[in-house]
């Protein structure tokens, strides 16, 4: 019963519908520990009963049939204890649960195909270009491109570039 009490007096605390004193007030009162010890009561005896029972009602049957018992005992509680609060908020709009189909023995759930990405075309990376001759005025290099001479650098097709050691560096 402390579990319950414990739960009914989260509930009112935060529900907004009732207010922050009634709320306190409520989950305390005579009237809802009189509702909470009905509810307990009637849930021993029935559960009591089923176990000295060996009816041939089915577990639905048998579960339809308390509920229909304790309805009206749960509403009491609630109007006690939580103000008649007996409806909750709607779901929020910014959640999503999915919702899962009860898996039957022996049935293989069908795979949902992935879709198909194309392939990335990655680019080849490029051997490096060196200086294979020079004269006075101008480079050959590795590629066959031509360089001219333009005091410490070399200016060719890609633009203005640096030899160093053996390689040609055009950034």
Known sequence: MTARFAVLLLAATFCGMVGAAQ???LPRSAACRIALNALDEAEEAIAAAAAASST??????????V???????RKRVADACLGGLTTSPPPSQHSWVVPTAPARPGVVAPRVPMPTV???ALPRPQAPVTVTQCNAATCLASDGSTLTRVGPTLVGPRGSCTVQG?????P
């Not at 041939?56 to 049939?65: A, E, P």
């Open 23 to 25: 709320a306190e007030e």
């Open 67 to 73: 509920a229909v018992r304790l309805q009206p005992l």
């Open 56 to 65: 041939s009602l089915s577990d639905q049957q048998r579960q339809h049939s």
């Open 166 to 170: 053996v390689f040609l560096r055009c």
């Open 118 to 120: 194309p392939p990335v």
